[in-house]
């Protein structure tokens, strides 16, 4: 079993910054891609930012310049910085795994539970 937790989100002013975590337990052999994704009400699920092994980071334009994927592999974790927040950029962030659980399995995507962001003034 894997489970990702994520954590840091709440209410934000316009202008303001917040910085997410998400961390990955359980059964974990190697972790590829971690990612942010975030769907706000009424609409579909989106590509925030990624982040490969390597640490190749990948953005979505609304957040370009804005925004920070890093990621700590010793603690199996990735961090979503975002600066000069908008009131646009309120939606539920979901991190994302690309995780083999163990030698021999077939590599597949976890999800976190998601976490309220709120920018409003």
């Known amino acids: 079993q894997v489970q990702l937790v994520e954590s840091g989100g709440g209410l934000v002013q316009p202008g303001g910054s917040l910085r997410l975590s998400c961390a990955a337990s359980?059964?974990?052999?190697?972790?590829?891609?971690m990612g942010w994704y975030r769907q706000a009400p009424g609409k579909q699920r989106e590509l925030v930012a990624t982040?490969?092994?390597?640490?190749?980071?990948n953005y979505a334009d609304s957040v370009k310049g804005r925004s920070t994927i890093s990621r700590d592999n010793a603690k199996n974790t990735i961090y979503l910085e975002m600066n000069s927040l908008k009131p646009e950029d309120t939606a539920v962030y979901y991190c994302?795994?690309?995780?083999?659980?163990?030698?021999?399995?077939?590599?597949?995507?976890?999800w976190g539970q998601g976490t309220q962001v709120t920018v409003s003034s």
């Open positions: 982040i490969s092994s390597d640490g190749v980071t």
């Open positions: 359980g059964s974990i052999f190697i972790i590829y891609t």
């Open positions: 994302k795994f690309y995780i083999r659980a163990y030698l021999g399995a077939t590599p597949g995507d976890y």
